[in-house]
């Protein structure tokens, strides 16, 4: 990637978050403030793959995605522990010899509820 590439990447990403208002003052540490922001530029990434078909942001989607999930892990330590063990339950009992078979929409509607509750 040559000098230009790079600057150009920089100014693109300073117009993204501008646009999503991460907090200018960023420089690692979790916030709520900038959870939020990451959370509004995925969805933006998440729509233009979505619209344009067009995966050359898929890497940068995957790494936000991590960057969220470590500050969900910093931010809330017992909602992430609490997901962590639901999850872990339901892995568990979908893997169970008399764990019964569901139609994908049955597992969507099932995800919603769960959701909501939350």
């Known amino acids: 990637m040559s000098t230009s590439s790079i600057e150009a990447l920089a100014s693109a990403w ?5 646009e999503a208002e991460f907090p200018a003052d960023y420089e690692g540490t979790a916030s709520p403030d900038a959870h939020s922001a990451s959370e509004a530029i995925q969805e933006q990434i998440r729509g233009h793959i979505v619209t344009t078909n067009d995966m050359r942001l898929f890497g940068l989607l995957h790494l936000l995605g991590q960057a969220s999930l470590r500050m969900e892990q910093a931010l809330w330590p017992e909602d992430y522990e609490r997901m962590t063990r639901e999850v872990e339950e339901a892995l568990r009992e979908a893997d169970a010899p008399n764990a019964g078979s569901y139609s994908h929409e049955e ?3 099932a995800t919603q509820v769960r959701i ?3």
Not at 14 to 18: F, G, I, N, P, Y
């Open 14 to 18: 300073a117009r993204v978050v501008e």
């Open 107 to 109: 597992v969507m509607q």
């Open 116 to 118: 909501d509750q939350a």
